[in-house]
């Protein structure tokens, strides 16, 4: 799934709903930076949360 995310991807954390959208910053390795709406700059480990992407309907 990580292959899958790039920096600018729109993402959501899949247990913490209230974080709101994610913007990925970057994706080293196992470690994805996203900039959430309500939680701010966190690193992600792929390994053991799948971040879910929001892809564009318009």
Not at 29 to 35: E, K, L, P, W, Y
Not at 41 to 55: A, F
């Amino acid at each position: 799934m990580t292959s899958l995310l790039e920096p600018g991807m729109l993402v959501r954390h899949p247990d913490q709903p209230d974080w709101g959208l994610g913007q990925v910053q970057s994706v080293i390795g196992d470690r994805i930076t996203v900039n959430f709406e309500h939680q701010g700059k966190t690193t992600i480990n792929s390994r053991i949360i799948q971040l879910e992407p929001v892809w564009s309907t318009g």
